[in-house]
C-alpha cells in the first residue's frame, strides 16, 4: 500500500507529526469559526444599537411634541377660564343691570298707574301677583275678623274666591 505524502513508511514520528499538524490545522479552523461568530454577533450587535439609536431619537422627538402640545393645551385652557369668567361677569352684570332697569321700570309704571290699575288687571306682566278673582294681594276684602281666644272666625256671607261654602 502507498503511502501519504510526507508520511515514512517505518517509523512513528511521521505519524505523530501528522497528526499534530492536522491537529493544528483544526485548532486554526476552529479559531476561525469562532472569530467569525464573534465578528457576526458584532455586527448584529452594532445593527441593533442603530436601530436602538434611530428608536429612541424618534421617541426624544415625540416626547418634545408632547410637552409643546401639553404647555400649548395648559395656555390654552388658561385663556378659555379666563374668557369664561370674562363671560360670567359680564351676565352678572347684565342680569344685575337687568333687574335694575325692571325696577325702575316698574316703579315709574307704579307711580303713573291709578290705584285701580292692579286691581283689574290693567298690567298683567307686573311683579305685583294677581288671583284668580282679579283682586290685587292688598284689597282683598277681609274675609276674616280678629275673633276671640278661639282665633279668627268667618263671617257669615262672604265666600272666599276659590272655596265653596259650608
Not at 87 to 114: F, M, Y
Request: net charge positive; hydrophobic share 35%; proline share 8%.
Amino acid at each position: 500500500m502507498a503511502t501519504p505524502l510526507g508520511w515514512s513508511q517505518g517509523g512513528s514520528g511521521s505519524v505523530c507529526l501528522a497528526f499534530d499538524q492536522l491537529r493544528d490545522v483544526v485548532e486554526s479552523q476552529e479559531e476561525l469559526i469562532h472569530q467569525l461568530r464573534n465578528v457576526e454577533e458584532k455586527a448584529a450587535h452594532a445593527k441593533t444599537k442603530a436601530l436602538l439609536a434611530k428608536e429612541e431619537e424618534k421617541l426624544q422627538f415625540a416626547l418634545g411634541e408632547v410637552e409643546v402640545l401639553s404647555k400649548q393645551l395648559e395656555k390654552e385652557k388658561l385663556a378659555f377660564e379666563k374668557a369664561l369668567s370674562s363671560v360670567k361677569c359680564r351676565a352678572l352684570q347684565e342680569s344685575s343691570k337687568k333687574d335694575q332697569l325692571i325696577t325702575k321700570c316698574n316703579g315709574r309704571r307704579e307711580a303713573r298707574a291709578p290705584p285701580h290699575a292692579y286691581i283689574h288687571g290693567l298690567f298683567p306682566n307686573s311683579p305685583v301677583p294677581v288671583s284668580r278673582a282679579g283682586f290685587h294681594p292688598n284689597f282683598y276684602p277681609r274675609l276674616r275678623t280678629p275673633g276671640g281666644p278661639g282665633g279668627p272666625h268667618r263671617r257669615k256671607g262672604l265666600q272666599v274666591p276659590g272655596r265653596p261654602r259650608k
